[in-house]
């Protein structure tokens, strides 16, 4: 089993050192866990970014990487039975473009994720923002914020910076539920034409268990969804559980594994940003 998609202390969101994780990947036999450690690099949202060193808060734009790599190479001494790699979530927003291929120039990362946290610069995955967000948002109506989302999307592969697609359905987190049926009608009717792009990107998609911990009966994205994605000609998918804490690492990844294999495939993996084939 794999997990490529976990968030150590240097996320401000997350508790638990690298180490903390390795030694619970041990406990639970995974092969290799992938580190993604959240960047989020929106000048606008400069009053609500950070990223976390020994505890201390530091500027997203800061030296943080160093401690981070330096982290990752003393667990892969200390934890050699795991396959410690090195990874990052990329807040996306139109226009960060140079920004994100600046930072992932100069560092060795493995794989990188993509993900829509923000619209416009308001968060979509924060409940601690969703005020802000209706302020910003609910008077735009669902068929608007639907498709804003979706053309977020779009650009995200369309800029060929991520290798994945992070949580390609969030918007059910907190957004859906605001709206009536018609966002749901809108990101159906939309969706395949994105996913068509998707494909043509080369841009996979990753299935994130997290939503299993929320009361969910599916991950994001959802089944109906995959298939789609699959369909639109997306050949690769990867799994993660969005852990935040040691005590959620690999929860709901056998649920994400069984709905690749009704597609087909397994889950992928990752060296140097380049696809290892499969065995």
Request: proline share 6%; hydrophobic share 40%; glycine share 8%.
């Amino acid at each position: 089993m794999i997990d490529y998609h976990v968030h150590p202390d240097f996320s401000p969101d997350a508790e638990g050192s690298i180490e903390a994780y390795c030694e619970r990947a041990v406990e639970l036999g995974l092969e290799e866990i992938c580190f993604t450690t959240h960047y989020e690099p929106d000048p606008a949202r400069r009053d609500y970014e950070e990223v976390r060193v020994n505890g201390r808060a530091q500027p997203v734009d800061s030296d943080w990487p160093d401690a981070y790599f330096a982290a990752l190479q003393a667990a892969r001494t200390k934890f050699p039975s795991v396959a410690v790699l090195a990874g990052v979530e990329v807040g996306y927003e139109p226009g960060l473009e140079g920004i994100i291929n600046d930072f992932l120039r100069r560092h060795p990362f493995d794989f990188v994720l993509g993900a829509i946290h923000c619209l416009d610069h308001v968060s979509i995955t924060s409940g601690d923002e969703l005020d802000r967000f209706k302020a910003e948002y609910m008077s735009r109506g669902p068929e608007f914020v639907a498709e804003h989302y979706l053309h977020h999307v779009r650009v995200a592969a369309g800029c060929q910076l991520f290798d994945f697609l992070a949580h390609l359905d969030i918007y059910r987190k907190y957004v859906e539920p605001l709206y009536d049926r018609r966002f749901g009608a809108t990101t159906d009717s939309g969706l395949p034409s994105v996913l068509d792009f998707v494909a043509e990107s080369g841009t996979g998609i990753e299935v994130n268990s997290s939503a299993l911990r929320r009361g969910n009966a599916e991950p994001y994205p959802a089944r109906r969804i995959l298939k789609l994605a699959s369909d639109a000609g997306v050949r690769v998918f990867t799994v993660g559980s969005d852990a935040h804490r040691p005590a959620d690492l690999g929860k709901g990844l056998e649920i994400a594994v069984q709905e690749l294999k009704e597609l087909g495939v397994e889950p992928a993996r990752f060296r140097t940003r380049k696809l290892v084939p499969a065995v």
